[in-house]
């Protein structure tokens, strides 16, 4: 995520960090969901955004947002009688909301693709579908299927601000329990 992160500081895309450093666009891609790059990648990286080399191994960070999914509460590593430092965990719940963040973009990013290439593809098939054979429509089917898709793709995507959002979770957890969380 840091990576994703200094990319967007710099307001490049992740072709223009490709080309400045050397590395293929699937490389970027990679890391920038949380694979581990090789040495080269990382050091190729840390030249290019004009940082110390380790400043971008970063720890798995696949653990801590499961963590943080099922106990939003931020975990930091303590020593037993130690409390954590207040700014640590200020840090920490920081990290996890701009990596939720990232992995919401995306989702958002996929969703408006696979959106457009239904708004290209589906007409183009009614193109089709009239010029050849009008008195059989069978446009229809892709376009049933691929929008059934897309609607489970925009739940997925879009439950966070819908009516069954989070909000919405809180509220009907309360009304259970009978009182507030």
């Known amino acids: 995520m840091l990576i994703q992160k200094l990319r967007l500081q710099k307001g490049w895309s992740q ?3 490709a080309d400045l450093s ?17 040495v080269e990648s990382l050091k190729s990286l840390a030249s290019v955004f004009q940082i110390d080399f380790l400043a971008l191994k970063e720890p798995n960070m696949t653990e801590s947002l499961t963590d943080y999914r099922t106990h939003p509460s931020p975990t930091i590593p303590t020593t ?14 920081r990290e996890l909301e701009e990596m939720l963040a990232f ?15 239904f708004a290209l593809v589906i007409p183009f098939l009614a193109v089709i579908n009239l010029m050849t054979s009008p008195q059989h429509l ?30 919405w979770e809180k509220r009907e957890v309360e009304k259970r329990l009978g009182r507030p969380l």
């Open 15 to 17: 072709q223009q960090l």
């Open 80 to 93: 037993p009688g130690i409390e954590p430092h207040p700014q640590a965990l200020h840090d920490r719940a």
């Open 22 to 38: 050397g590395l293929s666009v699937r490389t970027i891609q990679r890391m920038e969901q949380g694979q581990p790059g090789s």
């Open 103 to 117: 992995q919401q973009v995306r989702r958002l990013r996929g969703f408006y693709r696979q959106l457009g290439a």
């Open 138 to 167: 069978w446009f229809y089917w892709p376009a049933l299927g691929w929008g059934l898709g897309l609607l489970m793709h925009s739940l997925r995507v879009f439950t966070h601000f819908g009516p069954l959002g989070p909000e």
